[in-house]
């Protein structure tokens, strides 16, 4: 802890009432012999000293008469820099880790020569960390749960901030950057995976990422699977607690509409089941993000049944192929075809076989059956795009993960593979719409395309309906089901080069942004929370915020589930312990 210093303030009046500077050496020495019982009484004052630098001014009047001209005021001064906190938090939590005999080769400092590649790692947008001024003081990587108790025990103990990080694949990098000093608990050592093909569970713990999962159930069986994210390195953590769209969510909903039990550390360091933590809780990060309620170790989901048999395909339209038609009509067919066909859409600024810059529409598909069966469905719901047997390959399910993560052909093993280091710097946003964009709409949006480079920059187009519908707006936190046609993603890219010019592609998406208001969703604009975007709304780097300041942002990705969820945040966690630019706050703060 630092040292705290008491500076003792003496203010003087004249007999007209008039502040003085000076005074005679009379009135030190009765000063003087004051300052004894004023310190007496100081000590019997429980002053919070370990809490973050701050200055407190009090006036004291205690049991004596002084003489009317006199005032004394003690100004208390704590002088506990970051540093002496990061000091103080790695002495505690070495001492935590004896105490339960962990090893400490799960910590990582500055000074350790494996902390760059831990931090870096799992940072999979390089654009949030590159404005950061901080980096964390600590990395923790912890093997068993007595290891994130420590955590949480030394960081409430010293007042720093502590992050959770599963896949790192965060928009904004909030597990793993900060404006205030902080440490990580990197849950990559926590990826246990435990498949029951007779009841057709899962647990899985949250350091395990998409395609380790994937890989995990397709080594156990041939016709189960689970619905989540296509990108292999998602970690489950984050995906699961926000959400979980995929490219089965038409057929069998999201990831958070699986889970059936889930064991949780609170702000206490207690460990939870569903059944300890309640109902409520048990809501909440189903959706609703885990890291605002605490950390999330392990989830119990059902896994589903699939076919043996599925077919993919990605089929392109440009302009001069009547894309603008196409994808206007994909609007009307894609929320209302047949369940277990979902058409993803994929729009980019591309160079055409002439070399001319035109617009590709990229139709990546994915149905729960043969081509045989597909085919028919394509023909009568939606024959604009002319879709032929050959545009498609009939394949295991797990083989279609690698198809749409780009590695068709590869061996699996590939899904295991969670360390890919990033080049890209990267913005996001995202959008629901409720009612078909008009075609001279979306050659506003082929025209905002070209003015990016070359495949710089996507909108997906990832449609509803289904299953998804088939859920009320408060089953769980994640409120976006009945009525909306599909989810738009907005993601612009740049390298490492450009990146002094960043804030030319970050105007330019905010731009898109701002005039996509007028076709999609209103009262709230909605937006999904696993698309986390810090323009629409966040809580304050430093003291409290307010419901309302929160509300800006958080109806827009729980909408009325918010209060619901501020609601719980207060019985769980009413001193914020876990927080960040975008978590539930406490009504109470």
């Known amino acids: 802890m630092g040292k705290t210093s008491i500076v003792m ?11 003085v500077a000076a005074m005679s050496k009379s009135i030190q020495g009765m000063i003087l012999s004051y300052i004894p019982e004023y310190l007496a009484l100081m000590e019997t004052l429980d002053f919070a000293v370990e809490k973050s630098s701050f200055w407190w001014t009090r006036s004291f009047k205690p049991n004596i008469e002084l003489p009317w001209f006199l005032s004394i005021s003690f100004i208390l001064i704590s002088g506990a820099s970051s540093t002496d906190k ?18 400490s080769d799960s910590i990582y400092t500055p000074q350790n020569a494996s902390y760059s590649s831990v931090l870096q790692s799992s940072i999979r947008n390089l654009r949030p960390a590159s404005n950061s001024p901080q980096r964390p003081s600590v990395i923790i990587t912890p093997e068993h749960e007595s290891q994130i108790q420590a955590a949480i025990y030394c960081s409430k103990k010293h007042g720093i901030q502590l992050k959770v990080r599963s896949g790192g694949h965060d928009f904004e990098g909030l597990s793993y950057i900060s404006e205030t000093p902080f440490v990580i608990v990197d849950m990559r050592n926590l990826r246990s995976i435990s498949i029951d093909t007779e009841k057709k569970t899962a647990w899985v713990q949250t350091g395990a990422t998409l395609g380790e999962l994937y890989y995990t159930i397709a080594e156990k069986s041939k016709t189960l699977a689970f619905t989540a994210g296509v990108c292999h390195t998602v970690g489950v953590g984050g995906h699961f607690s926000g959400g979980g769209y995929g490219m089965m969510s038409r057929k069998h909903g999201i990831a958070a ?66 894309a603008t038609q196409i994808v206007h ?28 810059r035109t617009i590709g529409a990229f139709f990546t598909s994915l149905y729960l059956g043969p081509v045989d069966d597909l085919l028919p469905i394509m023909q009568e719901k939606f024959p604009e795009l002319g879709l032929v047997k050959e545009d498609c390959t009939e394949m295991p399910w797990i083989e279609s993960i690698l198809f749409f993560a780009g590695f068709q052909g590869e061996s699996l093993e590939v899904l295991l593979n969670r360390t890919q280091v990033s080049t890209l710097y990267f913005k996001g946003k995202s959008d629901y719409v409720k009612q078909p964009i008009p075609e001279y709409g979306l050659e506003s949006i082929w025209k905002f395309l070209n003015q990016e480079d070359v495949n710089g920059a996507e909108l997906q187009f ?6 998804i519908d088939d859920f009320s707006d408060s089953e769980i936190p994640f409120p976006h089901r009945s009525g909306n046609i599909f989810m738009i993603e907005y993601g612009v890219g740049w390298s490492q080069e450009e990146n002094a010019k960043s804030q030319r592609h970050i105007n330019w998406i905010r731009r898109l942004y701002s005039f996509m208001a007028r076709y999609v969703s209103k009262s ?22 307010s419901y309302r300041q929160a509300s800006v942002w958080g109806f827009k990705y729980f909408k009325n589930n ?28």
């Open 524 to 545: 709230p604009r909605a937006a999904y929370s696993n698309y986390r975007d810090l323009d629409i709304g966040m809580n304050n780097i430093k003291g409290n915020t």
């Open 329 to 356: 009509r994909w609007q009307y067919v894609a929320d209302k075809i047949d369940e277990n066909l979902l058409l993803r859409l994929f729009l980019r600024s591309i160079k055409s076989s002439n070399g001319k």
């Open 86 to 103: 990061n000091s103080d938090f790695l002495e505690c939590l070495t001492l935590q880790f004896q105490k339960s005999n962990s090893e």
């Open 462 to 467: 990832s449609p509803y309906g289904g299953r």
């Open 562 to 589: 918010f209060r619901r969820l501020v609601h719980i945040k207060n019985k769980v966690d009413p001193t914020n312990f876990f927080r960040n630019e975008q978590s539930v706050p406490p009504e109470s703060l």
């Open 257 to 322: 509409d699986h889970i059936i039990d889930a064991k949780l550390i609170d702000a206490n360091g207690q460990i939870h089941d569903r059944e300890s933590m309640g109902e409520d809780l048990f809501w909440a990060i189903r959706g609703g993000g885990g890291t605002s309620f605490g950390i999330v170790v392990a989830f119990k989901v059902k896994l589903i049944v699939i076919p043996v048999t599925v077919t993919v395909f990605n089929v392109t339209r440009t302009l001069d192929q009547n």
């Open 9 to 19: 303030g003496v203010i003087c009046w004249n007999e007209k009432g008039e502040m």
